[in-house]
């Protein structure tokens, strides 16, 4: 029975999936990326895989493979393809630091924090260097979606490892005062 409905439900899924990325790309073009939104995102992704792959490590702080259910690759799987498609909007912008006058980003009320117009001068300022960070970023996301793919978890531990450095690139350079 399942193997009978699993076909065209596949096929239906692959259709949507390439109606929904024809959509994507079209409203990356016209409109930016709130980037306080798709930070959220990533963040709550990146949570998903490294708190996954926590669970499958040995004692020698390596992931164990035979550690990881079904259940887990279903979370590795979609954090991974949910993170890749978030560093590809990013690195498309245009960028809109948030989405409504006044709101406030996270950390805005510490002693000389940047506010939201603050952060969005300096992406405006230097959209191609900004680029250039998200692309550091996105490089790391394929690496991590195509170890997903291949279900090597230990290469995608080693991703894992290596995704603040792109994270806090970004933010050195657009987000906390010099
Ligand atoms: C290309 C630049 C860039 C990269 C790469 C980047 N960020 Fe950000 N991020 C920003 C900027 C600019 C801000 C400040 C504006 C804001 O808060 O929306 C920010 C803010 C955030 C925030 C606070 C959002 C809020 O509520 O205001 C979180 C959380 C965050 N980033 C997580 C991450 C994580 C995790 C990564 C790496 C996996 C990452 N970012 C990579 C540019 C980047």
């Not at 790309?25 to 895989?49: C, F, H, T, W, Y």
């Not at 009320?109 to 959209?127: F, H, N, S």
């Not at 960070?133 to 793919?149: D, P, Y």
Request: charged fraction near 20%; aromatic fraction near 4%.
């Amino acid at each position: 029975m399942t193997l009978m409905i699993r076909p065209p439900v596949l096929a239906l899924a692959a259709g949507l999936a390439l109606a929904a990325c024809g959509q994507r790309s079209a409203e990356v073009a016209a409109e930016p990326v709130v980037l306080k939104a798709g930070m959220q995102e990533i963040a709550d992704r990146q949570n998903d895989l490294v708190n996954t792959l926590i669970e499958a490590l040995d004692d020698q702080g390596g992931v164990d493979p035979a550690k990881l259910t079904e259940e887990h690759w279903g979370t590795l799987e979609s954090a991974a393809a949910g993170l890749r498609d978030a560093g590809l909007a990013l690195r498309a912008g245009p960028v809109q630091v948030v989405a409504a006058p006044g709101e406030a980003i996270e950390g805005e009320d510490a002693p000389g924090a940047l506010g939201a117009a603050e952060v969005q001068a300096r992406i405006d300022q230097d959209p191609a260097g900004f680029r250039a960070q998200a692309g550091a970023l996105l490089t790391r996301l394929e690496t991590l979606a195509a170890a997903s793919n291949a279900h090597d978890a230990a290469a995608m531990w080693e991703v894992a490892l290596d995704l603040d450095a792109a994270c806090s690139g970004c933010h050195m350079q657009y987000w906390y005062p010099e």
